[in-house]
């Protein structure tokens, strides 16, 4: 899933992302309201927003009520030492799904954010396909031609990034970056472990390739040969 957390503490805001990219999850971190709305307007869309209202530039309560107007209906996690019922009731009422207070536990933060997740699945249930191979947000399950795939979290990340980009030519800047939350290391090879990692396991034998190189660009995943 893709999440975006907005978060002005450096440290609070590499903290979670960590802790979700380590669940499987493409995490993109947005330090000022600013920046975050050009993310949500201009942007993929997000499974999932956890959300501080004391952001500089624009505070959460901006970016919720923007985003709420613009009809992104992303669920929205609020996150944020603010802890009286007013500053809480406003933000429910401008379109927040859920709001944790700063300091928190992580489990805590963690099994809402499952939570949401599955509520939005349930609501939704996308499938993301491409010609027999099939993955399932919802149920995190994979399939092609009816054959289940077995994916570390990491290797379900890249395919969910991959199947939401499906036909387009992905850098490895760009994998790095939404797949791993890291900026791209030219003298490492982990993107190109990966990828033949996926590969494997997608591509099997009497399977039509789905996922080709582009010498010199990146990787693409595509039915085209």
Do not use: C
């Amino acid at each position: 899933m893709r999440i975006l957390v907005a978060e002005d503490e450096r440290k609070v805001a590499s903290f979670i992302r960590q802790g979700l990219q380590e669940e499987g999850h493409a995490v993109e971190v947005a330090a000022d309201g600013e920046a975050a709305l050009e993310l949500l307007l201009e942007g993929p869309t997000y499974d999932l927003i956890v959300l501080d209202l004391m952001l500089p530039k624009r505070d959460g309560f901006e970016v919720l009520k923007t985003m709420r107007q613009r009809r992104i209906q992303t669920p929205v996690l609020v996150l944020t030492a603010r802890d009286a019922v007013a500053d809480k009731v406003a933000g429910l009422d401008l379109g927040a799904d859920d709001y944790l207070t700063k300091p928190f536990a992580f489990d805590e933060l963690l099994a809402r954010v499952r939570a949401l997740l599955r509520r939005s699945a349930g609501q939704h249930a996308p499938l993301l396909r491409l010609a027999d191979l099939t993955l399932d947000p919802a149920s995190r399950s994979v399939t092609r031609n009816g054959r289940r795939i077995t994916l570390t979290s990491r290797e379900y990340a890249l395919l969910e990034y991959f199947l939401r980009n499906a036909g387009r030519v992905l850098t490895r800047p760009m994998i790095a970056q939404h797949v791993w939350g890291l900026a791209f290391d030219t003298e490492s090879n982990l993107i190109d472990v990966y990828v033949g990692y996926l590969r494997r396991k997608i591509d099997g034998p009497g399977d039509r390739r789905l996922l080709h190189t582009i010498r010199g660009a990146g990787y693409t995943l595509s039915d085209e040969e």
